[in-house]
Nanobody, 119 residues
Framework: QVQLVESGGGLVQAGDSLRLSCTAS?????VGWFRQAPGKEREFVGS????????VYADSVKGRFTISRVNAKNTVYLQMNSLKREDTAVYYC???????????????WGQGIQVTVSS
């Protein structure tokens, strides 16, 4: 059972930047970020393959958000720039240890962290 802990959320103004962290209790194959705004379905944000660092992003965040990792720390970062009000949501990281599979399907999830962007 992989444990995931997110940190770095908070309240920022539109146009600001924020960096979220996700630390896993063990090595993983792929880590993804998702978000869920009030009254909306959970949305895929992006993911990274830990071994090679390759990433994929949702169109809604492409060019503004960047995912990176530090393998020695089993930690993944979500750097969010040029934040908009519509980025307000609870952000979750998720992980899978099995190689392969869909980039948006994960068995292990963090508890979520709030990001609020004010205008």
């Amino acid at each position: 059972q992989v444990q995931l802990v997110e940190s770095g959320g908070g309240l920022v103004q539109a146009g600001d930047s924020l960096r979220l962290s996700c630390t896993a209790s063990e090595r993983t194959f792929r880590v993804g970020w998702f978000r869920q705004a009030p009254g909306k379905e959970r949305e895929f944000v992006g993911s990274i393959i830990m071994s090679v660092g390759s990433t994929v992003y949702a169109d809604s965040v492409k060019g503004r958000f960047t995912i990176s990792r530090v393998n020695a720390k089993n930690t993944v970062y979500l750097q969010m720039n040029s934040l908009k009000r519509e980025d307000t949501a609870v952000y979750y990281c998720a992980a899978r240890t099995v190689v392969g599979g869909a980039y948006d399907v994960y068995p292990y999830w963090g508890q979520g962290i709030q990001v609020t962007v004010s205008s």
